[in-house]
């Protein structure tokens, strides 16, 4: 499973969350103690907003403790918001447009989990794309098909309602004619105001979630960044992360069954 980071605030370096802590997004690409994967060297990337309504991006193949540029990066680049992720592949192509963060127009999107029996689902799957959507579709993983698949739902009028709708339809594919494939949703998605993160499972274990918050600043993590547990909340599965723009964090239920039973 992947680790990552996402963080909403006050305009500060890349560094203070993904390379300098003492269980840095780095140090838990080499060592990740929550993880099924202890290792994720399967390539990594950072999505931040700056001066445009589009994220920058920046993605490698390589492992993220062997990239030189990346300390170099993390230090110089600063941002009110960020996405910073280090990737364990579950079987698509360790290739530069299947790493994340995935960007499309103004949105960021990063995900820890898989979904499902791919081969059997992912042509339904990308069949939930809109036409107009799947020429940004670059890469090959299902995180990219659910990024795009959520857009299509309508992400930017409804965040929480569009990511609800899209695992609600997937969830639905998992779990038909007798299947209980499991399918693990642990994702960031944000807008360069609002950044919203995710914990949903279904016949399977949610991936973890923590999140940090000092006034209106917060920062979520698939892991705690230090040792202290003490500032670090969990979140529990079938919930979201909601950090709007000059507003303090909140946990909400996220309910993707009322979404299928809706259907």
């Known amino acids: 499973m ?3 980071i996402a963080y909403r605030g006050e305009t500060i370096a890349l560094e203070h969350y993904v390379t300098a802590p003492a269980r840095s997004l780095v140090a838990q690409s080499l060592h990740a103690l929550e993880s099924t994967a202890s290792t994720h060297g399967d390539g990594f990337g950072l999505g931040w907003y700056g001066d445009h309504p589009e994220p920058g991006l920046y993605r490698e193949v390589r492992p993220a403790w062997s990239d030189e540029n990346l300390r170099y990066l993390c230090r110089h680049i600063q941002s009110h918001m960020f996405f910073a992720h280090v990737r364990s592949a579950t079987g698509t192509p360790i290739t530069r447009p299947n790493c994340h963060p995935f960007a499309c127009g103004r949105w960021l999107f990063m995900h820890n989990g898989f979904i499902g029996d791919w081969t059997r689902i992912r042509r339904r799957v990308e069949a939930l794309i809109p036409d107009e959507l799947y020429g940004s579709r670059t890469g090959t993983t299902d995180s990219e098909a659910m ?3 959520i857009l299509g739902a309508g992400l ?11 695992l609600a339809a997937v969830t639905a ?3 038909e004619d007798g299947h209980a494939d499991p399918l693990r949703f642990t994702a960031a998605i944000a807008n360069g105001r609002d950044l919203y993160a995710f914990r949903y499972a279904v016949n399977d274990k ?3 979630l923590y999140y940090r918050a000092v006034g209106k600043d917060v920062v979520i993590v698939s892991e705690p960044l230090d040792e202290d547990r003490s500032e670090w909340h969990a979140v529990a599965p ?4 909601v950090a709007r723009a000059n507003h303090a964090p909140e946990v ?3 309910r993707v069954a009322q979404q299928v039973a809706a259907e």
Request: charged share 20%; hydrophobic share 45%; proline share 7%.
């Open 147 to 149: 990024f795009l698949a």
């Open 173 to 175: 594919m998992c779990c």
């Open 2 to 4: 992947c680790r990552w």
């Open 238 to 241: 079938d919930h979201v992360v």
């Open 252 to 254: 909400l239920p996220f």
């Open 156 to 166: 930017d009028r409804d965040p929480i309602g569009a990511v609800a709708r899209t």
């Open 206 to 208: 949610a991936n973890t």
